[in-house]
């Protein structure tokens, strides 16, 4: 379920609002957004009960979200998620693509850094590998 709070409600607001969906015993993600805050209620095995939550003061409304994925649903966040990467300006989730490369397997430490040499030379922003068993 995503509680979508008034775009004048105040903070005391917010935190009443997540502490009765923690005491139902399901879990608070409170999604602070540019008009106002929406909270994520994740834990609930079926339906929780929106009428306690509609009545308290600052809720605009309680949408049912019967979707997996909640957290990363547009329904939670409409804006991109964009990971950034102190010293560079690689990032995954932005408009650029992200190239990630690398072997599957990597036997020794000189063979990692000659191949990651190779995977940055050829323009890729990320070097990836997997292990030797």
């Not at 809720?59 to 979707?67: D, W, Y």
């Amino acid at each position: 379920m995503l509680v979508v709070m008034q775009a004048n409600a105040t903070d005391e607001q917010v935190r009443a609002v997540c502490q009765k969906i923690e005491k139902l015993g399901y879990r608070a993600h409170s999604i602070p957004g540019a008009q106002r805050t929406a909270i994520g209620i994740t834990g609930n095995q079926g339906e929780v009960e929106q009428g306690t939550l509609e009545e308290m003061p600052g809720v605009q409304e309680v949408i049912r979200v019967s979707k997996p994925y909640k957290l990363v649903s547009r329904d939670v966040k409409q804006e991109n998620t964009v990971l950034r990467f102190p010293g560079t300006d690689a990032t995954i989730g932005g408009p650029g693509l992200a190239i990630i490369a690398g072997p599957c397997a990597i036997e020794s430490r000189e063979q990692a850094f000659a191949v990651a040499r190779h995977v940055s030379s050829a323009g890729a922003q990320f070097f990836r590998g997997g292990g030797n068993p």
